[in-house]
Antibody
Framework: QVQLQESGPGLVKPSETLSLTCTVS????????WSWIRQPPGKGLEWIGY???????NYNPSLKSRVTISVDTSKNQFSLKLSSVTAADTAVYYC?????????????????WGQGTLVTVSS | SSELTQDPAVSVALGQTVRITCQGD??????ASWYQQKPGQAPVLVIY???NRPSGIPDRFSGSSSGNTASLTITGAQAEDEADYYC????????????FGGGTKLTVL
């Protein structure tokens, strides 16, 4: 079955750019949407944005000015860049397959998820 | 702030039935999905669409919706069901954005 694995630095300095990669195994990245979601310590989940395998993106308006999500279909990977980070960006970052469409009504769910990676913003 | 509202905490006696709710205007138009998250673990999808369970999710988990409220029901709660539960849906902007509820901590007594 499809599995996702996040990778990247666990510590980023304030004002710098957070960069993470999600590697998809057990299936192709094609024909799906892929999302990044984060969870500050002790808090709830926040959707960051998605990318379609073709490269089209959609971002959370609250983060849009700082977020870039890209995809590399040849490597079965997609990536997150978050610029100008502050301590408020400290969180566990998850990647997930984003399944969306329309049946009786539009739907969206995330399955599977990566295990998550903690990124701490600190000098 | 979240456009989906959940009760912060709910408790249930072992073997009893509990309903966890999620409220928001977007739920009048979009399906909610539900996730279980245990400490130190990634969320796991438990209900999606109208009322569908992924493979491996026990049939004691079910979902329903009415008006602006989606519900996750656990019939015969087990000790292993103690976890945080989150709902998600498209937001009401029509821009294909996603929102999560704030989460409900379920305690099994």
């Amino acid at each position: 079955q499809v599995q996702l694995q996040e990778s990247g630095p666990g510590l980023v300095k304030p004002s710098e750019t957070l960069s993470l990669t999600c590697t998809v195994s057990g299936g192709s990245i094609s024909s799906y949407y892929w999302s990044w979601i984060r969870q500050p310590p002790g808090k709830g989940l926040e959707w960051i944005g998605y990318i379609y395998y073709s490269g089209s993106t959609n971002y959370n308006p609250s983060l849009k000015s700082r977020v870039t999500i890209s995809v590399d279909t040849s490597k079965n990977q997609f990536s997150l860049k978050l610029s100008s980070v502050t301590a408020a960006d400290t969180a566990v970052y998850y990647c997930a397959r984003d399944i969306r469409g329309i049946a009786a009504r539009p739907y969206n769910w995330f399955d599977p998820w990566g295990q998550g990676t903690l990124v701490t913003v600190s000098s | 702030s979240s456009e989906l509202t959940q009760d912060p905490a709910v408790s249930v006696a072992l073997g009893q039935t509990v309903r966890i709710t999620c409220q928001g205007d977007s739920l009048r138009s979009y399906y909610a999905s539900w996730y279980q998250q245990k400490p130190g673990q990634a969320p796991v999808l438990v209900i999606y669409g109208k009322n569908n369970r992924p493979s491996g999710i026990p049939d004691r988990f079910s979902g329903s919706s009415s008006g602006n409220t989606a519900s996750l029901t656990i019939t015969g709660a087990q000790a292993e069901d103690e976890a945080d539960y989150y709902c998600n849906s498209r937001d009401s902007s029509g821009n294909h954005h996603v929102v999560f509820g704030g989460g409900t901590k379920l305690t099994v007594l």
